[in-house]
């Protein structure tokens, strides 16, 4: 069957030889070729997220870590800065475990920055702040950095990073931009299957889940935290996903993180330059994303269409996130896409618009 090359922000392209691992003889979850495997994982997932912190593999998607982190991390009133869907989506789930928040928001397309941050910090109301560091909805890349700063005047507060579309695509320092949580699902720039999520979570965050009630169970930090000591996971895990996870670690090391990044930027500064020609950007040019282009619709192209064309190439781009379909579409340059790839996806998109 004829396959469509994804160029969409998660899931993305996986690898052959990443899928040929997965059907890997099943092993016991609480066998010592388990344990083996999960000590294998570990320490290469600390390199990439450049932590000492703890690392957990949560058999979830994404948004399962968020909903986690809430319930471990928020006990007097969270701060969700919203800048899209994704970051929207942290608000809600905090209301939804019942815990006290506020949003701070900006229009889409902009992004949030450290003095907002300070400003509603400085109120003294919050003990966690959420961050989604690249608002796949809309292309902007928060500069953490900066944020990350800030946080440091206020180290009481539960810093949770969401990473998941620019975690390995991005150089994210956990430990030096004292990161308590940070967060990501394997479909984006480790460009594996979706179904699995890992986690770095700071001895600051566990000491403050002991301190609060009704952390759940699925996600309870403290029960993974007992697992870890075994090399094991709480509950059953997807074992040929971390099979997949263990080998694209080795792939990505082996490639060299920094060659990684290196890679991605240079595929994000094609996409931009075909944007500048022929386009705009969606978010402010400020801060754009390294991992996907969100371009802005201004030649009233439609986008439905131009999938439909690239589909008998076998290939597909993302429209617009929810109110932003038509107004806007997005290119993804993330996980194991390179520069070639990028070049015959815009040889095609230029064919096929007569640009
Ligand atoms: C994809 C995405 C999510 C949701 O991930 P799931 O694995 O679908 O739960 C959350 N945040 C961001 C920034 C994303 O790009």
Redesign the pocket.
Known sequence: MAHKRLFI??PTEVSKDILDVMSTPMIGHRSKEFSALYESVIPKAKKVLYTDNKVFLSTS????L?EGSIRNCVKERALNLVCGA?SK?WHLITKANGKEADAVEVEMGQAITAEMVKDALKTGKYDAVTL?H???STGVMNPIEEIAEVMKEFPDVCFLV?A??SMSGVKIEVDTLGIDVCLA?V??CFALP?GF?ICSVSEKALKKAETIDNRGYYFDFLTFLKYDGKHQTPTTPVISLIYAFDKQLDRMLEEGLENRYARHLEMANYIRDWTREYFDFFPDEKYLSVTLTAVKNTRSISVADLNTELAKKDAVISNGYGKLKEKSFRIAHMGDLTLDDMKWLISQINEILGL
């Open positions: 922000p998660g998607s994404a948004t399962g968020m994704f989506r989604v690249n608002e796949t969401d998941v579309s699902g479909q984006k979706p999520a």
